[in-house]
């Protein structure tokens, strides 16, 4: 209940923010961005579109990716107008699909740019069973597996930035507060949705995907350290808020739950706030592994805490991203 009040009153954390600040708020204090080149997913619409047009405004390089290039030029389109000297540079990449991913990689990775931030944000709630090219189940494709091959695609790109500049590499995944209401077997209940569509039920299926967001980010954590690493990952829930994502869903039930919720739902410049303060604040330099809400250090779920089924996990993802993996085989 305390955090409740908390939240609505947008009472300010450790950090000096909170619920109400906003993107703009929180790197207001933050460096020139004009060294950074950053690559963000999902920046076509809501919270990344928010996003991009922020770390622009900060004087940062935008790399947009997007599986609709009209929407993508449309987005720079809609940024260059309102920053004219802004960098932007748009690139096709559809997440559901691993061979897109890897095109992008080679597409970016041609241009022979720097890559000092990531931001894993494009989310997808599919209310219909699919399966993506690759024979997954398509919101963990999308959400989850399609951002774990393009880090482990990007992450010497990264660190050799990193090694390069001096200055640090970051990398943020947007997960959702909605992962604690995923429990079980990870791995099997992937395996059931992937193979049979009587056991799909979409709100577990999404949940399932940013559980997977916040253990990708516990193990990578793990991973970069070992490596040694100049570069951080940690993870996000920018809160609720009423995007492209759920007004998909319209109807009487959703219209009613977002009534019933209005106090809690955010304005999306203070949904891309946690997103921003943890792409580029100074306070966390070398804060690596960790989940945040409303800009602060915040909990995960017990299974989102676990090291085992992070690597579990891990494991299980090398499998489906290689290129023998059989298309429609089962995790």
Not at 2 to 28: C, P
Not at 174 to 200: K, P
Not at 282 to 305: H, M
């Amino acid at each position: 209940m305390v955090e409740t009040v908390k939240y609505l009153i947008g009472s300010v954390g450790a950090s000096g923010y909170g619920s109400k600040s906003t993107a703009e708020q929180v790197t207001g204090n933050c460096p020139d961005l004009s060294s950074i080149t950053a690559i963000i997913t999902g920046a076509t619409s809501g919270i990344g579109a928010e996003t991009a047009r922020v770390l622009a405004k900060r004087g940062a390089r935008l790399v947009l990716p997007a599986r609709s290039l009209k929407a993508a030029e449309e987005a720079k389109a809609r940024i260059v107008s309102e920053f004219p000297d802004s960098h932007i540079i748009v690139l096709a990449l559809d997440l559901s699909s691993l061979n897109s991913v890897r095109l992008f990689v080679a597409e970016f990775e041609s241009l022979n740019l720097p890559l000092n931030l990531l931001i894993n944000n494009a989310g997808k709630f599919a209310h219909e069973h699919a399966i993506s090219e690759d024979g997954i189940e398509m919101t963990f494709a999308t959400n989850y597996l399609g951002h774990f091959l393009l880090t482990k695609m990007l992450v010497n790109k990264m660190s050799e930035t990193a090694k390069e500049t001096g200055i640090q590499g970051r990398i943020v995944n947007v997960s959702s507060g909605i992962h604690t209401w995923f429990s079980g077997d990870m791995i099997q209940y992937l395996a059931e949705i992937t193979r049979n569509n009587c056991h799909y039920d979409a709100t577990r299926a999404y949940a399932l995907s940013k559980l997977a967001n916040v253990l990708h980010t516990k193990e990578l954590a793990h991973r970069l350290k070992e490596m040694e690493a100049n570069v951080t990952v940690n993870c996000v829930h920018p809160g609720i808020v009423r995007t492209r994502l759920t007004r998909e869903r319209e109807g009487l039930i959703t219209d009613l739950l977002f009534f019933l919720a209005s106090k809690l739902v955010k304005t999306i410049p203070q949904a891309a706030a946690t997103t921003c303060y943890v792409a580029t604040h100074p306070r966390l330099l070398n804060v690596s592994g960790k989940y945040f809400s409303d800009c602060n250090e915040a909990w995960t779920s017990k299974l989102g805490a676990n090291s085992s089924e992070a690597a579990r996990l891990w494991s299980a993802s090398e499998i489906m991203v290689s290129s023998d993996y059989p298309v429609k085989g089962h995790p």
